[in-house]
T-cell receptor, first 115, second 113 residues
Framework: AQTVTQSQPEMSVQEAETVTLSCTYD???????LFWYKQPPSRQMILVIR??????QNATENRFSVNFQKAAKSFSLKISDSQLGDAAMYFCAYVWETSGSRLTFGEGTQLTVNP | KAGVTQTPRYLIKTRGQQVTLSCSPISGHRSVSWYQQTPGQGLQFLFEYFSETQRNKGNFPGRFSGRQFSNSRSEMNVSTLELGDSALYLC????????????FGSGTRLTVV
């Protein structure tokens, strides 16, 4: 079965500090795409960062970066210089080439940013 | 450009009734997917429509159905509502399918009483 596991239900970080959210996945597919989505209280899921499995280089988007370890099936998200607006539920997700468009999500990690 | 618009934002229905939720994707996006989000089950894929055809379907009973119109707007219908159908229903659109990531709407919060 294709699964995504986020082992940290809750995390907290001090403003301006760095935090890393963990994600592991299980797949037998070779061609897939990984994502981190953020869901603030407004409920809208916002795409934070995307990684193509065939690319070895880790994706970065401003203060957000990933550590993609394909052999270990690990895809962690690092948030640098945390801001109060980063507080949200974060979901790791992936889609594989033959799944069409079906995103498989992890359980989520609730991130609190303390001032 | 305008984002994904879902209506209504909130809905309260009685067991046994049916409900229709609406989703207008980003202009030019032909793929629309629906997800159910609950505290217990998390985010689960319902179905995806592409150019008016259902392209992918999740493991939900036949009470859950959908359709897509020629302008890419999509509707989701749930018949014979059960208490367990209470959830946040999210719609997402994409121009090329899931591998480039989806843009989500703010969801419809359905409460079944």
């Amino acid at each position: 079965a294709q699964t995504v596991t986020q082992s940290q239900p809750e995390m907290s970080v001090q403003e301006a500090e760095t935090v890393t959210l963990s994600c592991t996945y299980d797949t037998s597919e070779s061609d897939y795409y990984l994502f981190w989505y953020k869901q603030p209280p407004s409920r809208q899921m916002i795409l934070v960062i995307r990684q193509e499995a065939y690319k070895q280089q880790n994706a970065t988007e401003n203060r957000f970066s990933v550590n993609f370890q394909k052999a270990a099936k690990s895809f962690s998200l690092k948030i640098s210089d945390s801001q109060l607006g980063d507080a949200a539920m974060y979901f790791c997700a992936y889609v594989w080439e033959t799944s069409g468009s079906r995103l498989t999500f992890g359980e989520g990690t609730q991130l609190t940013v303390n001032p | 450009k305008a984002g994904v618009t879902q209506t209504p934002r909130y809905l309260i229905k009685t067991r046994g009734q049916q409900v229709t939720l609406s989703c207008s994707p980003i202009s030019g996006h032909r793929s629309v997917s629906w997800y159910q989000q609950t505290p217990g089950q998390g985010l689960q894929f319902l179905f995806e429509y592409f150019s008016e055809t259902q392209r992918n379907k999740g493991n939900f009973p036949g009470r859950f159905s959908g359709r897509q119109f020629s302008n890419s707007r999509s509707e989701m219908n749930v018949s014979t509502l059960e208490l367990g159908d209470s959830a946040l229903y999210l719609c997402a659109s994409s121009s090329e399918g899931g591998k480039y990531g989806y843009t989500f709407g703010s969801g419809t919060r359905l409460t079944v009483v």
